[in-house]
């Protein structure tokens, strides 16, 4: 059996009381997913290394950092120096997502590649054998609380296979409309790191929120 792991997205929580939030949740989870937006890349913006390095010091939880930005290559050694032990970037940015990886890889940090729900799964393939994460979108990125889409299904499934078949260790994400009513099928369909935001922090138990996920 595949181990589980919920990544929460602190795109959903209080950035009022971010660091209490993240309390909540440290006992629950390896991985803090955050979402980086620069509004070109995605409708909206988000934000970026100085709140990253502000947590790195008050939390052990790996840092997942999603790169939703354009030029993600002029900004990965800024990112991984902010804290980022994971670099997630969209296939749909880069123009040579093996030599990214490469740099990734080459500042110590682990490389994940994530992909919009109308780029074909099969783009990843070429560059499966060298990540460590692979994130399925299963949602239009830009905006939390969308709701899951009917086709991620298939598409995490066709990921998982490709990934069993050269016998890769990466982990396979699914970011979007993830709660404890979609998290049977995106398990069921081979994910085995779930990203949930307004599950979470929009719970007002966020570690509660957490179990029920798991349990799912």
Not at 50 to 74: A, C, G, Y
Request: charged share 20%; glycine share 8%; aromatic share 6%.
């Amino acid at each position: 059996m595949r181990n589980i792991q919920i990544a929460p997205s602190i795109l959903s929580a209080d950035f009022g009381n971010l660091l209490a939030d993240i309390r909540k949740i440290e006992k629950d989870t390896d991985i803090l997913h955050i979402d980086v937006m620069d509004g070109h890349f995605v409708p909206n913006i988000s934000f970026g290394i100085p709140i990253i390095k502000s947590i790195r010091s008050r939390t052990d939880l790996q840092f997942d950092v999603h790169l939703m930005i354009t030029n993600p290559e002029e900004y990965v050694r800024a990112f991984s120096e902010a804290g980022a032990d994971i670099v997630t970037f969209h296939i749909e940015t880069v123009q040579d997502p093996a030599s990214m990886t490469r740099m990734i890889h080459g500042l110590g940090k682990k490389a994940g590649i994530s992909l919009n729900p109308d780029t074909a799964v099969e783009t990843l393939f070429p560059f499966l054998p060298d990540l460590d994460l692979v994130l399925i979108m299963s949602v239009y990125p830009g905006f939390g609380g969308q709701s899951f889409m009917a086709e991620a299904p298939a598409r995490i499934r066709a990921v998982r296979d490709e990934l069993d078949r050269i016998g890769s260790n990466a982990w396979l994400s699914v970011d979007g409309g993830v709660s404890d009513k979609t998290a049977p099928v995106i398990i069921s369909s081979g994910a085995t790191l779930l990203v949930a935001g307004s599950a979470v922090f929009g719970d007002p138990n966020p570690d509660e929120a957490m179990r029920r996920l798991k349990n799912a």
